[in-house]
């Protein structure tokens, strides 16, 4: 674990980074998970869109919580949720 100006950066066992930075002054939550994955990996025309696709259907439900549950549970919290894909990256954040 590295320390630097109050960030800590974790590095899991499976690779995964973890960057956290506290601030004691704000009373909120915010991350982003980051995939080194976006539309310069599809392959061919069949795949075409298919990141960008994929970002879209992550915040559509899940077998325990459709998509109005989820947004419904951030509302409550005064959440936010995106996401948003280029080239390199699928970013998925939330507040």
């Given at each position: ?38 539309c310069?990996?599809?392959?061919g025309a ?50």
């Amino acid at each position: 674990m590295n320390h630097v100006h109050g960030i800590k950066k974790i590095v899991l066992s499976n690779g995964i980074r973890i960057i956290a930075h506290r601030m004691p002054h704000v009373r909120s939550v915010s991350m982003g998970i980051w995939a080194n994955v976006g539309c310069r990996d599809e392959t061919g025309a069949e795949e075409n869109g298919l990141a960008h696709m994929i970002e879209h259907m992550i915040f559509k439900g899940t077998a325990r919580r459709s998509a109005f549950d989820i947004a419904k549970q951030f509302d409550a919290i005064g959440g936010q949720t995106n996401a948003f894909t280029t080239m390199e990256t699928t970013c998925l954040h939330a507040r």
